[in-house]
């Protein structure tokens, strides 16, 4: 990009609006898994929906790609500029207002999501998402990534979290709806196209998100399963006994082995290390009663032999490290090398048959692969990794097992599933995406082009390059 143009695009802005400083540009241009490197010729960082309106209008004009970008946490190669000109949110950072009779927060798209969970949780309220990015991913991020994490089992994904949204057009025009109305019947439902669009529709500027009761009492356990299929048959005992399930996260043995290895301090909570474990957590709205609740399920399902060993926090310290073991499992991974990561999701049904197949067929691919399957499987949602039983391995590996990947996800639409689940599509998985939904990829570009006629908002991503 010539200077003229850079010129063109800063000269109204306030100089903390812009940079082209290599060095701060350094860390919006690769993602966290260290697998996309990229480059950008300029970083903006609006302070006001005013300053994204220009930008955008700006960059219309004049054929400018852009790439909004929140904490950069995206695992699917969507927020790592080719060339693009980065819009980073991270200025715009502000919780406008807590509504606690309304349940409803209004923040900038830039505020982290520990931020938001903090203002909440201020007010005597609840924002339920919650995952392991949580210190970085930024609202507009979740937002336009349509987010998952632990909580989804009760409270929904991000698209059931928003109640409205302020997102600037790529012509610069803005529409805004944070006035916090849960029923509202005028036409079209705009804001959803916006949540999950990653980027290619508009930059999102602002939130209304719906808040809730904050829980009386929480308990965590930690238990022993055989293997998945007993794991889905827990889930299915806890929620019929106590309906009130908030989390139900799936942990092998592979991954734990891996956080105690390179994690600080973490140490399996189980005796004999299982080859299974689930992590549950309760609430209620009783004080003291998670507990109880908690006892009085895994001692039933112990009778029916659904579990073989099972601890219950007896701190909130001890549930925090519990919680740890599991968010750190992503951290151990990384540590040992590269993996091949499939975020899927097949009916909650079908996820012992699946488990059962996709195992195998990955152990008989190669005698190096490990697979490290964990995550949501209280929604369906699996992380079925595949890494490399020897440490170090780099993105030969993933190269290598290609194949396997392939095979995973046909099994995946065997099942009836997503080959996403909740990280997106991104440029990791738009060949994949484009060649299962050519009908919606068609309807979404129609969408694309009507809203972003010149093709600037993240071009590469979801539906990839105009031309293709
Ligand atoms: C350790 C770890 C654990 C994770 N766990 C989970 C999990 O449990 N569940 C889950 O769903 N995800 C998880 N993720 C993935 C990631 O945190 C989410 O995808 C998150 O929503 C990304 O938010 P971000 O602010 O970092 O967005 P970025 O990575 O910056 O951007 C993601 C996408 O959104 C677009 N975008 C960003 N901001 C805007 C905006 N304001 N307007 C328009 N488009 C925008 C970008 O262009 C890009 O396409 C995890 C990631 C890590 C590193």
Not at 148 to 159: A, D, F, I, K, S
Not at 224 to 247: E, F, I, N, Y
């Amino acid at each position: 990009m010539s200077s003229d143009l850079i010129t063109r695009l800063t000269q109204t802005l306030d100089p903390k609006a812009w940079s082209t400083d290599p060095g701060e540009l350094e860390g919006h241009i690769s993602d966290w898994r260290g697998r996309y490197k990229g480059a950008s010729p300029l970083l903006l960082k609006p302070g006001s929906t005013a300053e994204v309106s220009a930008i955008l209008a700006r960059c219309n004009e004049a054929g400018i790609a852009v790439l909004p970008q929140g904490g950069n946490t995206g695992l699917v190669g969507g927020s790592t500029p080719q060339g693009e000109v980065v819009i980073s949110l991270k200025r715009m950072n502000a919780v406008r207002a807590v509504d606690a009779d309304n349940e409803s927060l209004t923040c900038e798209a830039g505020a982290v999501l520990e931020t938001v969970q903090g203002a909440a949780a201020e007010a005597g309220k609840l924002f339920p998402l919650s995952l392991g990015a949580q210190g970085s991913a930024m609202i507009g991020g979740l937002i336009s990534t349509n987010a998952g994490g632990v909580h989804v089992l009760r409270y929904g994904m991000m698209r059931e979290l928003v109640l409205g949204l302020e997102a600037v057009l790529p012509d610069g025009r803005v529409i805004s709806d944070l006035s916090g109305l849960r029923k509202d019947n005028t036409g079209y439902d705009l804001k959803q196209l916006f949540i999950g669009a990653e980027g290619t529709l508009g930059v999102v500027t602002a939130a209304t998100l719906k808040l809730f009761a904050r829980p009386a009492s929480t308990a965590v356990a930690v238990c022993a399963v055989d293997d998945p299929a007993a794991a889905v048959a827990l889930l299915r005992h806890m929620k019929d006994t106590t309906g009130s399930v908030a989390a139900f996260e799936l942990m092998p043995k592979t991954g734990l082995d891996l956080v105690v290895a390179h994690v600080p301090g973490a140490r399996h909570p189980l005796a004999g290390d299982p080859a299974w474990s689930v992590l549950i957590e309760l609430t209620s709205a009783e004080a003291d009663r998670a507990p109880s609740l908690m006892e009085e399920a895994l001692g039933s399902a112990f009778e029916k032999a659904l579990l073989t060993d099972a601890v219950i926090a007896q701190s909130q310290a001890q549930a925090k490290e519990f919680w740890a073991l599991r968010e750190s499992i992503p951290e151990g991974e990384k540590v040992h090398g590269k993996a091949a990561k499939h975020d899927v999701s097949v009916p909650v049904s079908r996820m012992a048959a699946f488990m059962g197949e996709a195992i195998k067929l990955a152990e008989d691919a190669d005698p190096d692969i490990m697979v490290i399957a964990f995550g949501h499987v209280g929604d369906g949602n699996v992380h079925f990794n595949v890494a490399a039983k020897t440490a170090g391995a780099g993105e030969d590996f993933i190269t290598r097992i290609k194949p396997v990947t392939a095979k995973i996800y046909d099994l995946v639409d065997a099942h009836h599933g997503s080959i996403s689940a909740e990280h997106g599509v991104g440029i990791l998985k738009q060949a994949e995406f484009v060649r299962r939904k050519p009908v919606e990829a068609e309807i979404m570009g129609r969408i694309k082009a009507a809203l972003d006629p010149n093709h600037i908002m993240n071009p590469r991503v979801l539906l990839g390059p105009k031309s293709s």
